[in-house]
């Protein structure tokens, strides 16, 4: 997998980016007292908790672990949006919730564990954590609601919908490029080298 290494958008630019589309002007500092300013962030943080919510291969993780505390209890880390048990389709011998801010689990009744559990979790990470393709996706999604919900302008949100639709193609290309995937569902960990046509040739070398 390719690493991103594209300089990261600063959460200032990414609320300038969105004043600019509805044709507002941009603003020097963060300053949430000022409504136009806070309204804008939080359009877009929440655009950045529901596209990540979709679970990419920047955020999604197989396997990890997760070990109980001296108290036998489990705590679950405050940048979790979705978790399950790792093959839990196979092995029922859990079922775990979230409660009080630590695992719980309903099968036995109780908030210990006596060992490690593995879980397929989905992360939240900043915005300037993330990808520049879904930093850029992002930002129009929250100008889409910002031209919804600030001025009720229909005509202007069709239009930065189909900057948002194609900003939405560039992000499923990043997945399919980076996520390595393969019909022949090999998990992470293993190793599998295709046929390769060239090698044909070496039998007449």
């Avoid at 930065?160 to 980076?178: C, D, F, G, I, K």
Wanted: net charge negative.
């Amino acid at each position: 997998m390719a690493v991103d290494t594209t300089q990261d958008l600063t959460e200032l630019n990414a609320v300038n980016s969105v004043l600019a589309a509805i044709g507002q002007s941009p603003v020097t500092t963060l300053d949430f007292e000022n409504p136009e300013t806070s309204f804008v962030y939080n359009l877009i943080q929440e655009c950045s908790r529901d596209v990540q919510d979709e679970g990419w291969v920047f955020n999604r993780e197989q396997h990890y672990p997760l070990k109980p505390n001296t108290d036998k209890h489990i705590l679950i880390p405050n940048n979790v949006l979705r978790m399950d048990v790792s093959e839990n389709d196979v092995y029922r011998c859990t079922d775990v919730i979230k409660r009080d801010g630590k695992l719980y689990d309903k099968l036995h009744h109780t908030f210990e564990f006596r060992g490690t559990i593995y879980f397929d979790i989905v992360w939240l990470f900043p915005l300037t954590d993330l990808p520049s393709v879904f930093q850029r996706y992002i930002t129009n999604m929250a100008s889409v609601r910002a031209a919804t919900q600030m001025i009720d302008n229909p005509t202007l949100a069709q239009q930065l919908e189909r900057q948002t639709a194609q900003s939405r193609a560039s992000v499923l290309e990043y997945e399919s490029n980076q996520g390595d995937y393969n019909f022949m569902g090999f998990p992470p960990g293993t190793a599998y080298r295709t046929y390769r046509p060239y090698t044909a040739l070496r039998r007449y070398s």
